[in-house]
């Protein structure tokens, strides 16, 4: 177990150090929901009233509504991000020789996971910090706090472990802005980041509203929007878990060494079976 939990040190020093030196990462990364917070929802704040309605027992403005939701952007433009970092590492990066380490493949994509969330975690964490400087507070600091954490990290590890999965399907980096177009857009406005259910369902958009409400990014804002008011956030905290392990499952069965991409090794084999470049 020493030697599992070092190699998992060792992706997650070496993911955080490579941030460290992407300054414009973190600025990239934060660009774009303080654009929804400072514009959108600035523009928008008396035109979007929100009742009240749980989990809130008072009015609220219309950006601290939304604030859980771009917390959420954050999570997810990062757990979609690595897996164009994954797609790149197993092809000509590191994880390429990772993938042949001794060690169970589903731990090194954990390892790889881990690494994600942190990463997703500490953007979040500085997205939270400049909307409080904007203005926009949210109650993180309380007895709700463990809560807070718990679901943060739960849905930074889901949508890190969904960027795994696709990263399985996705052959060349040529793909990847299209996979995406048709993964985060859908994704975040068809859910409650931007608007509750309850007004998709009075404005008669049914279809929007019925899969909103099975998507599970939606829950996983759900689940941080109830922790932070220190309400029961019903059944989303196991539908977050269960599409977590389900996607995982998934990757690890796409990356085993007898289907999909545990083929590269073949690969770089030179086709031949002797070592890369025998081929000639």
């Not at 190699?7 to 150090?17: G, H, K, N, P, S």
């Not at 807070?148 to 949508?159: D, K, Q, S, W």
Request: aromatic share 12%; with cysteine; net charge positive.
């Amino acid at each position: 177990m020493s030697h599992y939990l070092q190699a998992m040190w060792a992706i997650v020093a070496r993911e955080l150090a490579k941030f460290m030196r992407q300054t414009g990462r973190l600025v990239s990364a934060l660009v774009r929901p303080l654009l929804w917070l400072a514009v959108f929802a600035a523009g928008f704040r008396n035109v979007f009233g929100m009742a009240i309605a749980e989990p809130y027992d008072t009015y609220i403005s219309y950006d601290v509504y939304i604030a859980p939701g771009l917390i959420g952007m954050v999570l997810l433009f990062n757990g979609m991000q690595s897996s164009l970092a994954m797609v790149y590492d197993r092809e000509m990066g590191l994880m390429r020789l990772l993938l042949t380490a001794p060690l169970p493949r589903p731990w090194i994509l954990l390892s790889k996971l881990v690494a994600t969330a942190v990463l997703s975690l500490v953007q979040a964490a500085a997205f939270v910090a400049i909307a409080w400087l904007l203005g926009t507070e949210l109650p993180i600091w309380g007895t709700q706090t463990p809560h807070v954490l718990l679901a943060a990290v739960a849905g930074a590890l889901m949508l890190g472990s969904l960027g795994l999965l696709l990263s399985v399907h996705i052959k060349q980096l040529e793909n990847f802005a299209g996979t995406m177009n048709f993964v985060i857009f859908p994704m975040y406005f068809m859910s409650t980041a931007l608007y509750p259910l309850w007004k998709l369902e009075e404005s008669g958009a049914d279809w929007v509203y019925q899969i909103a409400r099975f998507n599970p990014f939606t829950h996983a804002v759900e689940w941080l929007r109830f922790a932070l008011y220190g309400q029961d956030p019903g059944l989303s905290p196991y539908i977050v878990l269960a599409t977590l392990a389900l996607c995982f499952g998934l990757a690890s069965w796409g990356y085993d060494p007898q289907r999909g991409f545990g083929q590269l090794a073949k690969r770089g084999g030179g086709g031949n079976g002797g070592p890369p470049g025998a081929g000639g």
